[in-house]
T-cell receptor
Framework: AQRVTQPEKLLSVFKGAPVELKCNYSYSGSPELFWYVQYSRQRLQLLLRHISRESIKGFTADLNKGETSFHLKKPFAQEEDSAMYYCALSGKGGYQKVTFGTGTKLQVIP | GAVVSQHPSWVICKSGTSVKIECRSLDFQATTMFWYRQFPKQSLMLMATSNEGSKATYEQGVEKDKFLINHASLTLSTLTVTSAHPEDSSFYIC??????????????FGEGSRLTVL
């Protein structure tokens, strides 16, 4: 079974402080990991995926297979980063089922 | 882009009636669409995978006779909540992936539909 765990429901940080949103997963094969974001009154959208190894809006996430983690990080939080963040996992290739974590609400305090 | 549109965005109905929610891919053909349900402050729960031209694949615990899914064309999937009851009140979200060959695994989401059953 595939499972995604986001231990924090709410994370509050001050503007300019570093951010780390935690995500751990359980999967028997080689997963694909994603971070999706939902800004207020907007739809869910992809933030980044591990295979791209890219930085989006200053966010990065490294897949750690040993710790089965895919934490989302940003060195300096900005107010516009306030949103719901969902970690998601799927199998490789094609139309694989995507499992979402419960989400973490990031609140950046001005 | 890859835009997915859901309609209606919110609906209120009486207990016992049926409600249909539409999910359209506006600028691409979606051979596969996914229907999720989201309870307040909880994660997205996959209900079913909708494949164009074939029967939907339902997740364990989801009643297929209760939640009818039809994917009759490459750009439209519908979810019908039959004989709705208050416990069916929820936020329903559809998503789609690009066709094979251009599929990166990214899901494109609709705006969601909030169903309230009185």
């Amino acid at each position: 079974a595939q499972r995604v765990t986001q231990p924090e429901k709410l994370l509050s940080v001050f503007k300019g402080a570093p951010v780390e949103l935690k995500c751990n997963y359980s999967y028997s094969g080689s997963p694909e990991l994603f971070w999706y974001v939902q800004y207020s009154r907007q739809r869910l959208q992809l933030l980044l995926r591990h295979i791209s190894r890219e930085s989006i809006k200053g966010f990065t996430a490294d897949l750690n297979k040993g710790e089965t983690s895919f934490h989302l990080k940003k060195p300096f939080a900005q107010e516009e980063d306030s949103a719901m963040y969902y970690c998601a996992l799927s199998g490789k290739g094609g139309y694989q089922k995507v499992t979402f974590g419960t989400g973490t609400k990031l609140q950046v305090i001005p | 882009g890859a835009v997915v549109s859901q309609h209606p965005s919110w609906v209120i109905c009486k207990s016992g009636t049926s409600v249909k929610i539409e999910c359209r891919s506006l600028d691409f053909q979606a051979t596969t669409m996914f229907w999720y349900r989201q309870f307040p402050k909880q994660s997205l729960m996959l209900m079913a995978t909708s494949n164009e031209g074939s029967k939907a694949t339902y997740e364990q615990g989801v009643e297929k006779d209760k939640f009818l899914i039809n994917h009759a064309s490459l750009t439209l999937s519908t979810l019908t909540v039959t004989s709705a009851h208050p416990e069916d009140s929820s936020f329903y979200i559809c998503s789609a992936t690009r066709p094979q060959g251009t599929n990166t695994g990214e899901l494109f989401f609709g705006e969601g539909s909030r169903l309230t059953v009185l």
